[in-house]
């Protein structure tokens, strides 16, 4: 089960199958392409899974052996990989919060976000290599992206699944955020995202020509709430 909430201009989509580590099946695929559907418009995206245990850990094997022995494979493929393609193109921020361990599928399902917020005790890995097979979701090609390819490669080529810290140490999770404040921390930093104002920063971030840029500055500065932001600055100042 898949479900979206809103808090105010944030949605949070929650992969809701702990007892099945919030792996992905093909009904899941379905679900969580409504729910991006649903999630249009708004101004920030939290991706995360129920429970502690994982975040996502990718396809379920049990659902998905029915092709095997079949071209179908390939869809299956295509088809998650266009939907994390949505999440790494949505226009507002995107962020995934682990509240337990991204592995395989999961971790690609991860890098598909903006910004990765993890518990402290989450690990991570791309370790589809013990399973021989490979990333399929575009997982490999984000992860050179994030951490460099030799790193991505040695990662993605070994199976390594790495903890929290050392993730955030490369580069593959941002923040690491204790386990106590984790749900409380995650929705602060997703809330303060979820402004017109990030939106636009990540915008130009992604690469818009120099007009662009300067014409959505120019649109923020004469805006209301820029003005009400530096009274407020100015007062404190006196």
Request: proline content about 3%; hydrophobic content about 50%.
């Amino acid at each position: 089960m898949v479900d979206l909430e809103f808090d105010d201009e944030l949605a949070i989509i929650t992969i809701d199958r702990p007892h099945a580590r919030n792996a992905i099946s093909l009904e899941t695929m379905g679900q969580l392409e409504k729910a991006l559907d649903g999630a249009e418009g708004a101004a920030g995206l939290v991706l995360t899974g129920a429970g502690d245990r994982a975040f996502v850990s990718g396809g379920v094997h049990r659902g998905l052996s029915a092709l095997r022995a079949g071209v179908l494979e390939s869809a299956m493929s295509f088809r998650m990989r266009s939907i994390c393609d949505r999440i790494a193109g949505f226009p507002a921020p995107v962020v995934a919060a682990l509240n337990g361990h991204a592995l395989g599928g999961g971790a690609e399902f991860a890098v598909a976000a903006d910004i990765r917020l993890a518990a402290d005790d989450v690990k991570i890995g791309f370790n589809q290599v013990a399973l021989a097979i490979m990333p399929a979701w575009g997982g490999a090609e984000r992860l050179v992206e994030l951490v460099g390819y030799s790193k991505a490669l040695l990662l993605a080529g070994t199976g390594r699944i790495l903890a929290a810290t050392e993730a955030e140490r490369i580069g593959l999770i941002d923040q690491v955020i204790p386990r106590a404040s984790f749900d409380q921390q995650w929705r602060l930093i997703a809330r303060t995202l979820a402004s017109p104002q990030a939106g636009q920063v990540k915008r130009v971030m992604r690469g818009v020509p120099t007009t662009e840029a300067v014409a959505a500055f120019a649109e923020l500065w004469v805006s209301d709430e820029h003005w009400a932001a530096a009274d407020k600055v100015m007062k404190k100042g006196k």
